[in-house]
């Protein structure tokens, strides 16, 4: 299980909170503990441009598997995954609940902007990227499950393209096999239209 294999940080009482990760220094925990307590104490703070200065992305989801896969993706292909920082759960009485995770923020696009307005001589090797990152997955018996444009994310500073947010839920329905074949094909038409988009 994750929980067993991630090590134990911070604790929050009002709520109780459990950040787990290693990937924080100590005054980064501090900041962060008192903004991810804040946004799930009440829907209507929202702390996560506070959180992208301190150069940490939070991504909201109830699924712990979605941490443990981007830990696996991370440690297959460090260069091209942002470093999980830690799972955010909140214990009460009804028991653990997930309430996201932490990442390395990005500065970046994804490829659902028009690429053509700033990508350089390079923008071929976006492509390739993509097919490389997939093809190293795959290698590592990885699957995403989720391919698309908003999950690929290319950085300003040296477009050098991060892989996000893989569907663990549609693995567990599908089995491996099928999900590396759903993301071969589904990466093929991906690729194929952004080259079109970058040649026009």
């Known amino acids: 299980m994750l929980m067993a294999n991630v090590k134990e940080r911070l604790v929050v009482e ?15 925990e501090d900041a962060v503990r008192v903004m991810i307590s804040e946004m799930i104490s009440s829907r209507f ?3 996560r441009e506070q959180l992208r200065g301190l150069g940490i992305y939070f991504k909201q ?15 297959a292909a460090p260069k091209n995954v942002p470093q999980p920082l830690g799972i955010v759960v909140s214990h009460s009485v ?6 996201g995770y932490l990442l390395r923020y990005i500065e970046g696009d994804t490829v659902e902007y028009p690429l053509k307005e700033w990508i ?21 018996g990885l699957a995403h499950c989720d391919p698309n444009r ?7 500073s040296d477009e ?25 094909t589904v990466v093929g038409e991906l690729i194929e239209t952004l080259s079109k988009e970058l040649r026009m």
């Open 120 to 140: 350089s001589v390079l923008g071929k090797s976006v492509t390739d990227q993509i097919q490389e990152i997939f093809a190293t997955f795959h290698a590592a």
């Open 45 to 47: 703070v929202d702390k």
């Open 94 to 99: 009804g028991g653990p609940v997930v309430y």
């Open 160 to 184: 050098r393209v991060f892989v996000i947010d893989p569907a663990t839920s549609r693995l567990e329905s599908w089995g491996l096999e099928y999900a590396m074949g759903y993301d071969r």
């Open 14 to 28: 009002q709520p109780k909170l459990l950040l787990r990760g290693d990937g924080l220094n100590k005054p980064q």
């Open 61 to 75: 989801t109830h699924n712990s598997g979605e941490y443990e896969m981007m830990q696996r993706m991370h440690n």
């Open 150 to 156: 908003a999950n690929a994310l290319v950085r300003r």
